[in-house]
């Protein structure tokens, strides 16, 4: 099982990134997704999440109408663009898919990608 993130890296306040999370050794499509962050010296915080189908998106109030979650079950892909980035944003970007399988509790961590906003 895996999920790679990719897509981090330095930017400047106001701009833009897209992450990516590419999963793999699991039904992707049974999985709801979450994009948590933690920055540096606080706790891991959700960022937004998509239900399994990608009927249904949440957002945490703070990237509210600036960042969008996105999924495509047939690539095993979920994305995060962010736009309006500002420094607050700078954090480690962790990818989380998590399903109940019967009555298992299944879920899987990537190992994160920095995100830095700063001028």
């Known amino acids: 099982v895996q999920l790679v993130e990719s897509g981090g890296g330095l930017v400047q306040p106001g701009g833009s990134l897209r992450l990516s999370c590419a999963a793999s050794?699991?039904?992707?499509?049974?999985?709801?997704m979450t994009w948590y962050r933690q920055a540096p010296g606080k706790e891991r915080e959700l960022v937004a999440n998509?239900?399994?189908?990608?009927?249904?998106?949440n957002y945490a109030d703070s990237v509210k109408d600036r960042f969008t979650i996105s999924r495509d079950n047939a690539e095993n892909t979920v994305w995060l663009q962010m736009n309006s980035l500002k420094p607050e944003d700078t954090a480690v970007y962790y990818c989380?898919?998590?399903?109940?399988?019967?009555?298992?509790?299944?879920?899987?961590w990537g190992k994160g990608t920095l995100v830095t906003v700063s001028s």
């Open positions: 989380n898919a998590r399903a109940m399988i019967g009555i298992l509790k299944m879920e899987y």
């Open positions: 998509i239900t399994s189908d990608g009927s249904s998106t």
């Open positions: 050794g699991f039904t992707f499509r049974r999985y709801a």
